[in-house]
Structures are given as C-alpha cells and as structure tokens.
C-alpha cells in the first residue's frame, strides 16, 4: 500500500517536473515576448522627459488629462537600447515632477 502511494506520488512530481521544464524552454525559446516585431524607436514622434529621474521614453500616441500623461505603447531605455513596450504608461507630474515633451523633429 505505501509503496503504491509513493509511485503515484513520484509520477505525480514527475509529471509536474516535465511540465515545467517544457513551459520554461517554451518561454525561453518560442514564446519569448521579444520575438515579436516591434517598431523601430527611430520612429517615435513625441519624447518625454520625466526631469527629476532623467527618465526619457518615446511614443507615438499619448493623451494629457490634467498633469497626467498616459502613454499608449511607448519606448522606453533598458540597458544599452530603447525597449518597445505595448501597453499603456501613467505619469503624474504630481508624483513625478516635471515633466516635458516634445515632438521630435523628423
């Protein structure tokens, strides 16, 4: 009986193990979200500048409402590189302080 019960229990972990193991090489591999074709930063038309970090991101689509400035897909530096990121960004100059933007010159 505990020896039947420690097989279910090793196959169980097995199972589980395996499956790990392929949704780790999955997402390292295939379904890395850098695969995807982003667009080139060099074609941003707007810079933001966030003054009190030295933050700097690029989009090509941004509403202000207020002090707030919501970016929709944006580019942000990470590393040695502008990073393109698709999803939406806040900043508040209430929390961030001053913040500029520009559109950038073609």
Do not use: H, Q
């Amino acid at each position: 009986m505990l020896r039947g019960l420690i097989k279910v229990i090793l196959t169980i972990a097995l199972i589980v193990i395996i499956g790990y193991a392929g949704l780790v090489l999955y997402s390292c591999t295939i379904g890395n979200p850098n695969n995807i074709n982003a667009p080139e930063a060099e074609n941003a038309a707007y810079i933001i500048k966030v003054e009190n970090t030295g933050r700097i991101f690029l989009t090509n689509d941004y509403e202000k409402t207020g002090s707030v400035y919501k970016l929709n897909g944006y580019w942000v530096f990470e590393g040695k590189k502008f990073e393109f990121k698709n999803k939406e960004y806040l900043l508040d100059e209430a929390i961030f302080g001053e913040i500029t933007l520009r559109r950038r010159s073609e």
